[in-house]
């Protein structure tokens, strides 16, 4: 069973129900863009710690900042980086 709880244009929350676990609450994120806002990147890092029970650990000021360098591609059918491979990422 599946069912959409809450969703902003950005971050859909979903119950999920899986006969192996007990609950799932998977979120969706929007494109891999969406990362390079500082907020975007916060709701998402708040989201995982709201999805493993840790909200009560959530700080207003944490460090939510990329590691390393981020060039995503743009959003859109046919945009992706031809020939790049996981591989080649390392």
Request: net charge positive; with cysteine.
């Amino acid at each position: 069973m599946r069912r959409v709880i809450w969703s902003l244009p950005l971050l859909t929350l979903v119950a999920v129900s899986v006969p192996s676990i007990q609950a799932a609450d998977p979120f969706l994120v929007g494109t891999s863009e969406d990362l390079l806002t500082e907020a975007n990147r916060r709701l998402m890092v708040n989201a995982c710690y709201w999805a493993l029970g840790l909200e009560k650990q959530i700080k207003a000021k944490a460090n939510v900042g990329l590691v390393g360098e981020y060039h995503p591609t743009p959003f859109g059918f046919g945009t992706h980086t031809k020939g790049l491979t996981p591989a080649a990422l390392h």
